[in-house]
């Protein structure tokens, strides 16, 4: 089972873009669901997250502009990006807690990636 991200693109700065991962087929329970981005030569670093119940957090870099959600019966995380900057340009990386079938333990699975790009 892989986490599989989609949503990525081209978007002018002011613009909205949609992300959304999921894992790509069954699994036996999942937690905690995040995006992080790593622009070039900089730092992965977490953009936002959330909890199975539904708990956020967010960098300071998007709050207000970014909006994360789930829907818990598809087991799929969505990044609801709005207000884009050219700032925002990296590549987006999903990641999720979960157990992959029953008697295993939780672990932390990555995304493939999805590239954003803001600009004019």
């Known amino acids: 089972v892989q986490l599989q991200a989609s949503g990525g693109g081209l978007v002018q700065p002011g613009g909205s873009l949609r992300l959304s991962c999921a894992p790509s087929?069954?699994?036996?329970?999942?937690?905690?669901m995040g995006w992080y981005r790593q622009a070039p030569g900089k730092q992965r670093e977490l953009v936002a997250k959330?909890?199975?119940?539904?708990?956020?957090d967010y960098a300071d870099s998007v709050e207000g502009r970014f909006t994360i959600s789930r829907d818990n019966p598809k087991n799929t995380v969505y990044l609801q990006m709005d207000s884009l900057k050219p700032e925002d340009t990296a590549v987006y990386y999903c990641?999720?807690?979960?157990?992959?079938?029953?008697?295993?333990?939780?672990?932390?699975?990555w995304g493939q990636g999805t590239q954003v790009t803001v600009s004019s």
């Open positions: 990641k999720a807690r979960f157990i992959e079938s029953w008697g295993g333990h939780f672990r932390s699975y």
């Open positions: 087929g069954r699994i036996f329970s999942i937690n905690d």
């Open positions: 959330i909890t199975s119940g539904g708990t956020t």
